[in-house]
């Protein structure tokens, strides 16, 4: 008798997931027409016109054109972090604190109905161009450990305005997620003397079972213990622990890879909600995380937690990555 589920292990960070083989739905059940549309009126949008003290700003040609602007970097007006001081901790109890200093700024582009999915090539190389310049001039401020960039797409995935936007957030600590990424990717190492991703990539380019793209630099897959319905990842081939250093043609290849992936969702699943973030080594430490391997994580927004998953800490997809990669991978974009 064929077993209702499966428990999957993720190679990095050792958690299970459960792939529900027994009660799998199909790509459609997944449509976006089946939930409430989140479309903000443009003219009570605040991103419509460029701050006046934009931190940076690209038009479509790569010119500081303000008439003209394409991208923009600029602080968020309600920040998650802000100014303070290093390293200052206070105790109470057996508790301790330590003041969230760090930089939280937002990346928009200038349509206002216009997602990523369906951006060219090039429009989306100059947004990852301004996700790397920021990230390179947030690294060099003080008490900064770690820089999140991230995208929450969709009234489901956090999003409070439906404008397309990504965030950008400098931080004095290395977070838990991220924490627990680099544990496994060490683990790996020391056992094996190898990257765990380029493992994983050189395993499933040689299988095809999950690959969704790719191109000569880059690499769109279905994780192998995927924790929701249609997750993706994308890796560069050449092992790199660290975003900031892509150069040029990888930054192309990486914008026709996030092209792909989230044209392949918008057009496949009508344009379901989703967060992207990046995964990539902490600011400090470049010999200590050589071991590891920057990446892009996609999760579209295709169920809910419930009580098993709360109080578990176990997700479960109710579509295979096999499934997943086939039905994504057949899109024509």
């Known amino acids: 008798m064929d077993s209702i589920s499966e428990l999957r292990q993720d190679i990095v960070s050792g958690d299970w997931v459960v792939i529900a083989t027994g009660r799998a739905k199909r790509p459609q059940d997944f449509l976006k027409s089946k939930r409430k549309p989140f479309n903000q009126p443009k003219t009570a949008c605040p991103f419509e016109a460029m701050e006046k003290e934009p931190l940076l700003f690209y038009s479509h040609d790569g010119k500081n054109d303000s008439e003209n602007w394409w991208v923009e970097a600029i602080p968020n007006k309600f920040p998650a972090f802000g100014k303070g001081v290093c390293e200052t901790y206070e105790k109470k109890g057996p508790y301790k604190k330590k003041e969230g200093v760090g ?74 997620d991220i924490g627990r990424s680099l544990r496994g990717s060490v683990t790996y190492f020391q056992e094996h003397n190898a990257c765990v991703h380029c493992a994983v990539i050189e395993y499933e380019v040689s299988i095809k079972e999950r690959i969704i793209y790719e191109n000569e630099q880059m690499v769109v897959l279905s994780p192998y213990a995927t924790k ?80 098993f998953e709360i109080g578990t800490g176990i997700e479960i997809s109710a579509v295979t990555p096999e499934a997943a990669a086939a039905f994504l991978r057949n899109i024509i974009l």
């Open 103 to 176: 930089f939280h700024e937002v990346v928009v582009t200038r349509d206002h109905d216009r997602p990523l999915a369906t951006m060219t090539e090039e429009e989306i190389e100059l947004v990852i161009r301004v996700f790397q310049e920021r990230y390179l001039a947030l690294q060099a401020q003080p008490c900064i450990e770690y820089i999140s960039i991230f995208q929450n797409q969709g009234a489901s995935s956090g999003a409070s305005l439906s404008h397309p936007h990504a965030q950008i957030i400098a931080i004095p600590v290395v977070p838990p």
């Open 228 to 307: 929701s319905a249609f997750e993706m990842r994308i890796l560069p081939k050449q092992h790199n622990a660290r975003f900031e250093t892509t150069v040029l043609k990888d930054r192309f290849a990486l914008a026709d890879a996030l092209r792909n992936a989230l044209g392949k969702l918008y057009k496949g699943l009508d344009d379901p909600d989703y967060n992207f973030f990046l995964h990539t080594a902490p600011v400090f430490g470049v010999e200590e995380y050589r071991h590891y391997h920057w990446h892009i994580e996609i999760l579209p927004k295709t169920s809910i937690w419930a009580g």
